[in-house]
């Protein structure tokens, strides 16, 4: 499987584990070159490096439970009224876009009770499993706190 979809589905299973962890919803950047990636949230604190542990800890588990990574083509209302906002960005979805793909990890366990590890829209192509990503690591993180951000950046074993 090509490594940069592999890496860009790693930031999908990153970005469940940010919020899990963080409670960190909204994403204001992402970047993929190669087996490298760059996640970008929005945040009000510098984290510990417990919880930043804690993270690539829970990104790896779900790589482990190797569980479906479904896209699904749907009204974008009805994605709304299932996921609410979770399924967009800081950056916004074009009013035009009516049928958006959905990127959707599902979590029976949440503890938030929620079905899902991660949902977003996205048009890019994705593994098929989490299991097919490999193991995550952080590589680096920056707080930035005069714009609130955080930017965790992971590489995927190749």
């Not at 009000?44 to 896209?71: F, Y």
């Not at 990503?133 to 995927?156: A, M, N, T």
Request: proline share 6%; with cysteine.
């Amino acid at each position: 499987m090509n490594i940069e979809i592999r890496t860009h589905t790693g930031l999908h299973i990153l970005k469940g584990a940010v919020y899990h962890v963080l409670k960190a919803k909204w994403t204001s950047g992402v970047h993929v070159t190669d087996n490298h990636g760059r996640l970008t949230v929005l945040f009000d604190r510098k984290p510990s490096d417990t919880e930043l542990a804690h993270i690539e800890a829970e990104a790896n588990k779900k790589i482990h439970e190797n569980v479906p990574v479904e896209v699904l083509e749907m009204d974008r209302a009805v994605a709304e009224e299932r996921w609410g906002d979770f399924i967009y960005d800081v950056f916004p979805l074009p009013p035009t876009i009516t049928r958006p793909l959905i990127l959707y990890i599902p979590d029976k366990n949440s503890p938030e009770g929620q079905d899902f590890w991660n949902v977003n829209a996205c048009n890019k192509t994705h593994t098929r499993t989490t299991g097919e990503v490999g193991s995550i690591h952080i590589s680096k993180w920056r707080y930035r706190p005069s714009k609130q951000l955080l930017e965790i950046s992971f590489d995927i074993e190749k």
